[in-house]
């Protein structure tokens, strides 16, 4: 069993900043990348930011320069520290990892249930 939590979401106004966490845990061999996606009221679940093990990354255009991606391979975690937010960046917050599991070495993508983030103007 995988498990995949995620915390620090919360209110904050506009021009703050937050820093999400997501642990991985439990039956994992490996973690191939990690990532934070987004989903809004009556919108469809968009990417945010993606780190390989290697430590590669990947934004979505409309928070380059203002989220950063970072992750702790030791610990299966990965953080999401996010400055300048806007009303826009309001959404429930998943966690994603995709995970070489022990028992069959197979690559797996385990969700999380989702941190809300909310700003206001």
């Known amino acids: 069993q995988v498990q995949v939590v995620e915390s620090g979401g919360g209110l904050v106004q506009a021009g703050g900043s937050l820093r999400l966490s997501c642990a991985a845990s439990?039956?994992?061999?490996?973690?191939?990348?990690m990532g934070w996606y987004r989903q809004a009221p009556g919108k469809q679940r968009d990417l945010v930011a993606t780190?390989?093990?290697?430590?590669?990354?990947n934004y979505a255009d409309s928070v380059k320069g203002r989220f950063t991606i970072s992750r702790d391979n030791a610990k299966n975690t990965v953080y999401l520290q996010m400055n300048s937010l806007k009303p826009e960046d309001t959404a429930v917050y998943y966690c994603?990892?995709?995970?070489?599991?022990?028992?069959?070495?197979?690559?797996?993508?385990?969700w999380g249930q989702g941190t809300q983030v909310t700003v206001s103007s």
């Open positions: 780190i390989t093990s290697r430590g590669s990354t």
């Open positions: 994603n990892a995709a995970v070489r599991v022990t028992t069959t070495y197979g690559l797996n993508d385990y």
């Open positions: 439990g039956s994992i061999f490996s973690v191939n990348a």
